[in-house]
């Protein structure tokens, strides 16, 4: 989690530790060229001994309902993502000077990917943006994504 010292300017990490439970499902036709994934996690949070605050613990699940088609010499994929964040327990500790605070997002947008064949290597690139159309005690805005991958 990286360093943290209280009172700091900045942090490079929280103080705590998260550990998180992640299935994975994925279907991909390869008749028609569908795609769906959905990644259903909860994260354990553990307690930041430096300010006694434990952050809740969140349920988040992201899916992606995407179509892919040949593209120049690869393969270009277009649909839709979600994400959904809910804290199914409160914040705590004498540091949780703001009560349980539990937090829930959604959010849904577009996404992008591309794969291509170099030599014996694959190239893969993703984008993905998500506006938050829903929040509760958090903040709201925008999830951008945007991943390169070169797998050799």
């Known amino acids: ?5 209280a009172g700091r300017l900045a942090n ?5 530790w998260t550990f998180e439970l992640m299935p994975v499902f994925s279907w991909i036709s390869t008749k028609i060229g569908t795609e769906f994934t959905v990644f259903p996690a909860v994260d354990f949070n553990t307690i930041n001994n430096n300010t006694d605050y434990r952050s809740g613990d969140i349920f988040h699940v992201d899916a992606t309902l995407a179509q892919h088609l040949p593209l120049f010499g690869g393969i270009i994929g277009a649909g839709a993502s979600v994400n959904y964040m809910d804290q199914i327990t409160g914040d705590s500790g004498s540091g949780a000077k703001l009560g349980p605070f539990q937090m829930q997002s959604v959010a849904v947008g577009p996404t992008v990917s591309y794969v291509h064949k170099i030599r014996k290597s694959l190239l893969v690139a993703s984008g993905s943006w998500l506006p938050q159309i829903h929040t509760r005690n958090t903040t709201q805005g925008n999830f951008f994504w945007a991943k390169l991958t070169l797998a050799f």
């Open 12 to 16: 490079p990490g929280l103080g705590y």
């Open 1 to 5: 989690s990286g360093n943290y010292q």
